[in-house]
């Protein structure tokens, strides 16, 4: 055979069946060794190799692909079917575990030895002082022989050391863990972009914005809230040497007085944490609060407009009160948590001078002791309390991790986007630097539970524009469902060819499925059953980031981002490749320009959230500029012009006329005018594509299509 992968097709019943050979290695190619054979369904995806096993067939094509080889399939109809090798699959796809984060923090060894000796440090002048105390009153009533002054120059570099001890320790530590969040933040945004479709029908975007902020911040509050004195590793340092001093310093009265100060102190803590919920439930209470004035003054034309004052004041009346009762109840709270340490101090105290006053009055302890004692107290009640909420940070952080990890595992990567995705990074890394930030847990660390057997099917994506200039664009006998709805067929054997460099108008009534295709021609979901290929080239051979650059979508209300003008335009572009000419270029060409530069600030003017502060017509002028600036082979309108009025429409026709020119190009549109130019009419009903033909064709065969263009109407709204 002549190519390194062979098809040999076999037809089975329905089946049909894809044996093919590949080289595992480039020298074994050359040499025209086929190492293993493998069997594929074509239709229902399972693969069954034969000869060697799938794991190490696709570990070697994977690293072909990764250095940009050549194509290293030709079959005539690849077909993927994501299945994988038994221990990818049992492999935890948890993103965030105690191993990534202990190897990241291991990557400043240097820092952590420093941490680790200023803690010592640190601790050791603490737990030192209450015995200078004891010592300093023993001097004083001339128990002791020392000279004042030689004790005081000891406690005077005592508290000297500390403070210095603890300013190295936190900068450390602070530095380790931001680098540590840096990561963990940029790899759960890179994991959440490189989801699948449904995912984001699943989960709101709230809910993913709370997993970089609350669910993330509870995680960076174990270090960050945890390195003042009394908290954390201090808390747990200064409880430990506590006891153990205690026991040296008087086995007698440490078993008793020790245990003692423990316990009271572990109730108090515990206490004062169990009241936690009492203060969230009052940030909620503000928080509902702001969100009822927010939609109230955000929606003020709206509720004049139904005389919705009154509701919306009785509204927030309700949550005023709701917050008042939140208060009281937090006031009462706060007060006992005021004077819960206290008591959990005069208690110890109490007992302490009981018992170490009568020991020290029969002779059997040193009055220093007692003294020392009294510092230890305190030492102990404030770090126990330190180590409870660490407890309670630890539990709220693990609750977060599990979040984190559930929801983003919830649904699985879209494969084909991340690959390139990497690919991209790790090409692109050298000229950004923001970029080394999603590189630098190690890029295994993030695509080893990726499927290697569906990365060696894909195809090097040199000539991928080709194909699109010159190729059909065929949508082959597609069947689809949402994964969420499984159960709703929404396509169900639709065919239709894009014929290279023409305008096909897809029309139909509300719910046919029309902007379905746009979703799978964008390939943001894959059908369940069908092909769409181009130039006869499956388009899942191709990674999803390289798919991208080939299709230009302008719907009918485009997504400006916060940016300027110019930037909106020359979005998702490499900087190094556009010009400002070749912006302006662009923005001619979609009768954008004068607007723009009757804008304050040209071309550098921000649009605002979402392009908030250009009309409905700018935004969709600006879209068009930057689809012509992007250059696609393959265009699709969604609507385009339905939400325009007579004169930004007819602006916008005429730019997108231009930008249609030559391309290969879908148009989903209501409006007669829009579709009756046309070079082909595909009308859809029920998921599938029931006539097909020109506008006059169609209009002779006195079908659908033409009762539409009777009634006026092209909707079957
Ligand atoms: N993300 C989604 N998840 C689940 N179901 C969906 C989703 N998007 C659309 N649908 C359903 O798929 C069907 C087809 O919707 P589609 O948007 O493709 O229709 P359409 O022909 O474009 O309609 P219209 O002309 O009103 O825009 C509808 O029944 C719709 O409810």
Redesign the pocket.
């Known amino acids: 055979m002549a190519s390194s992968a062979t098809t040999l097709l076999f037809h089975h019943g329905s089946t049909r069946l894809i044996a093919r050979t590949r080289c595992q290695s480039p020298l074994l190619r050359t040499c025209g060794v086929k190492p293993f054979l493998s069997f594929r369904s074509s239709r229902g995806g399972s693969t069954a190799p034969l000869g060697l096993p799938l794991k190490a067939k696709s570990v070697g094509l994977a690293r072909a692909y990764v250095t940009g080889a050549p194509p290293i399939v030709g079959e005539e109809d690849p077909k993927i079917d994501g299945s994988k090798s038994e221990p990818e699959k049992e492999e935890s796809k948890d993103l965030i575990k105690w191993g990534l984060v202990w190897s990241l923090m291991s990557k400043h060894k240097l820092r952590l030895v420093v941490c680790l000796l200023t803690l010592v440090g640190c601790s050791t002048c603490t737990l030192s002082m209450p015995v200078f105390s004891g010592r300093f009153f023993e001097v004083l009533i001339g128990v002791r022989p020392d000279p004042l002054w030689q004790l005081l120059s000891k406690i005077a570099v005592l508290y000297s050391l500390e403070p210095i001890f603890t300013i190295v320790f936190v900068t450390n530590m602070n530095a380790i863990w931001e680098s540590v969040m840096a990561t963990l933040r940029a790899q759960i945004f890179r994991r959440v972009l490189i989801q699948k479709a449904?995912f984001f029908?699943k989960y709101k975007v709230g809910e993913l914005t709370g997993l970089l902020t609350s669910d993330l911040g509870a995680l960076n509050s174990i270090v960050n809230d945890n390195i003042s004195r009394d908290r954390g590793f201090r808390a747990f340092s200064e409880v430990f040497g506590t006891i153990c001093i205690l026991f040296t310093l008087s086995p007698q009265l440490a078993p008793v007085l020790g245990l003692l100060m423990l316990a009271v102190s572990v109730l108090a803590a515990v206490y004062k944490r169990s009241t936690v919920p009492v203060y969230k439930a009052h940030g909620l209470a503000q928080a509902t609060m702001s969100d009822c004035v927010s939609e109230t003054f955000s929606a003020i034309r709206t509720v004049r407009s139904f005389s919705g004052e009154k509701r919306q004041m009785s509204l927030f009346g309700s949550q005023i009160l709701a917050f008042q009762r939140s208060g009281l109840k937090l006031g009462t709270f706060k007060s006992i948590n005021e004077s819960i340490t206290r008591v959990a101090v005069y208690i110890s105290l109490l007992a302490l001078y009981a018992l170490g006053g009568s020991k020290v009055k029969t002779g059997e302890l040193a009055v220093g002791t007692v003294v020392s004692f009294i510092g230890y107290t305190f030492t102990l009640t404030f770090a126990v309390q330190g180590l409870v909420n660490t407890f309670g940070d630890l539990r709220g952080s693990f609750a977060a991790i599990e979040r984190i990890n559930s929801i983003l595992n919830a649904v699985d990567i879209d494969e084909a986007l991340a690959y390139g995705l990497e690919r991209d990074i790790h090409t692109k890394k050298v000229q950004d630097e923001n970029l080394r930030l999603f590189l630098s847990s190690g890029p295994n660390v993030n695509i080893r539970h990726l499927d290697k057997y569906y990365m060696s099917d894909l195809k090097s994506t040199n000539n991928l524009r080709t194909l699109t200039w010159a190729g059909d664009v065929c949508l082959d006998d597609l069947h689809f469902a949402?994964p969420?709805?499984p159960d709703?067929k929404?396509l169900d054997g639709f065919s239709l060819t894009l014929r290279s460099g023409t305008v096909t108008a897809l029309v139909?009534?509300?719910?046919?499925?029309?902007?379905?295709?746009v979703?799978l021609l964008a390939r943001f979901y894959e059908p369940t059953q069908g092909r769409i290929t181009v130039a006869g080239e499956d388009v899942r051979m191709f990674d999803k980031s390289e798919w991208a650059k080939v299709i230009s979508i302008v719907n009918q209300e485009p997504v400006l981002f916060s940016l300027s003008v110019a930037e909106n335009i020359a979005y998702g572009l490499p900087n190094d490749l556009v010009s400002k000419d070749d912006i302006i270029k662009a923005a001619k060409a979609a009768n954008a320009h004068e607007f723009i530069i009757s804008l304050p600030q040209g071309y550098d003017t921000l649009v605002g959230e979402r392009g908030g502060l250009l009309s409905g017509g700018q935004r969709q002028r600006v879209a068009i500029a930057r689809a012509l600036l992007k250059n696609a082979p393959i265009l699709i309108l969604d609507?385009a012009t339905s939400a325009l009025d007579a004169v930004s429409e007819r602006l916008v026709q005429s730019a997108l006329n231009r930008l249609m020119k030559d391309r290969t190009t879908l148009v989903?549109a209501?409006r007669l005018s829009t579709v009756q130019n046309a070079h082909q009419i595909a009308v859809?009903s029920d998921g599938k594509i029931i006539e097909l033909g020109t506008h006059s064709e169609l209009v002779a065969q006195k079908g659908s299509y033409a009762s539409l263009v009777g009634t006026q109407r092209l909707?079957f709204e």
Do not use: N
């Open positions: 449904e029908d949402y969420l709805r709703v929404v139909g009534s509300s719910g046919a499925g029309k902007s379905t295709i979703q609507e989903i209501h859809c909707a």
